[in-house]
């Protein structure tokens, strides 16, 4: 079990937002890859925990060939660009976009007076030329919600072999998982493994996980099927 805590990482940013990255997988960022954070695991290259400025934005940017996941914690953006433009994403909505072959391109905005929280993961696609799209889900309390992979077979979401899933959970509710795992803790404090954490720590399991928190906590789940 290897653990990163946001803590121990600068703090970065581009345009109206700052950010910590804790995942910048070799494969995407090479040289770039920021010292002491971690690889990913299947396809997932990319973690980074943000606060958009108030009325801070990313401006019109592209992306293609890959998977943007964003999980709003608190406060809600604006959505422009290709896919579904005008939309907005609320707390505790996530919102999930395929560039894939076509490509996508989005501008996200804080509308308000006040920083927005916000997780950003990218997954690069099993499949190159896939059609782009985009999909909303607002994971419920006391569940664990998936909201990223699958089989092609099903439409609930995009296909892939990297799973993403989101738990919400209650104090003292308990959630196991076997093989190889990457948690990010985003909100709350639990016991792992039989050790504390808190909020805005990744950890890595070789061997599986057993998580039960000490209140009220949200964990984002990355594995593969």
């Known amino acids: 079990m290897n653990i990163l805590s946001k803590k121990s990482l600068p703090l970065g940013g581009f345009a109206g937002l700052t950010e910590h990255r804790l995942v910048t997988d070799l494969r995407v960022f090479g040289s770039r ?41 608190n406060g809600r953006v604006s959505h422009e660009g290709s896919l579904e433009h005008g939309q907005s994403l609320n707390t505790g909505e996530a919102q999930v976009q395929r560039a894939g072959g076509e490509g996508f391109s989005h501008n996200e905005i804080n509308p308000d007076e006040q ?3 916000m997780i950003q993961l990218w997954v690069l696609p099993d499949v190159a030329g ?34 993403i899933d989101v738990a919400n959970l209650e104090a003292g509710q308990r959630l196991q998982h076997e093989g190889e795992l990457m948690l990010y803790l985003s909100d709350g404090a639990g016991q792992v ?5 808190e909020a805005r720590t990744l950890v890595r399991f070789e061997q599986g996980m057993d998580f039960t928190a000490d209140e009220s906590a949200q964990l984002i789940l990355i594995s593969q099927i």
């Open 193 to 197: 493994n039989g050790q504390s954490i």
């Open 115 to 117: 920083e927005n929280h």
């Open 130 to 163: 896939q059609p782009a799209g985009y999909k909303v889900y607002r994971p419920l309390v006391g569940q664990s919600q998936r909201i990223y992979g699958g089989n092609q077979g099903q439409d609930e979401t995009f296909n892939s072999q990297t799973l």
């Open 33 to 73: 890859k920021a010292p002491n954070t971690f690889d990913g695991i299947g396809n997932f290259v990319y973690l980074a925990d943000a606060q958009f400025n108030p009325h801070g934005q990313t401006h019109m940017h592209s992306h293609k060939e890959i998977d943007v996941i964003s999980i709003m914690m």
